[in-house]
Nanobody, 119 residues
Framework: QVQLVESGGGVVQAGGSLRLSCAVT????????MAWFRQAPGNEREFVAR????????YYADSVKGRFTISRDRAKNTMYLQMNDLKPEDTAIYYC????????????WGQGTQVTVSS
C-alpha cells in the first residue's frame, strides 16, 4: 500500500519561500516517477513540476520556472519542492503524485498541503 504524505505548507508573504516535502511509504521510492501538482479554489488541477526515477533535472510549468526546484532524497524516501519568490497566484493546495512508468497517469496521490501567499 503506497502512501504519499505532503507537509511544509503554510502562509507566507509575497517574495517569501517555502519548502514542501512528500514522504513515500509502502513502496520502493526509487521505483517511482514523481511530480507536484496544485489546485486553487475554482480552478482545475495543474502540473507544477516532475522528476524522474533517477532524480537529476526537473521539469517545470512555465509559471514556476526559475522560482521552484524539485528534488528527491533516496536515503529519506522524500521528494521536495523548494519554492522561492512566491507570488499570490501560487496560492493553492499542493499535491504529491507518483507513477510507476515514465509516461501515463499518476497512480498515487497525497492528501495535499495548503500554500497561501499574501500580497
Amino acid at each position: 500500500q503506497v502512501q504519499l504524505v505532503e507537509s511544509g505548507g503554510g502562509v507566507v508573504q509575497a517574495g517569501g519561500s517555502l519548502r514542501l516535502s512528500c514522504a513515500v511509504t509502502g513502496g520502493t521510492f526509487s521505483g517511482y516517477h514523481m511530480a507536484w501538482f496544485r489546485q486553487a479554489p475554482g480552478n482545475e488541477r495543474e502540473f507544477v513540476a516532475r522528476i524522474a526515477l533517477s532524480g537529476g533535472t526537473g521539469y517545470y510549468a512555465d509559471s514556476v520556472k526559475g522560482r521552484f526546484t524539485i528534488s528527491r532524497d533516496r536515503a529519506k524516501n522524500t521528494m521536495y519542492l523548494q519554492m522561492n519568490d512566491l507570488k499570490p497566484e501560487d496560492t493553492a493546495i499542493y499535491y504529491c503524485a507518483a507513477r510507476t512508468f515514465s509516461i501515463g497517469q499518476y497512480d498515487y496521490w497525497g492528501q495535499g498541503t495548503q500554500v497561501t501567499v499574501s500580497s
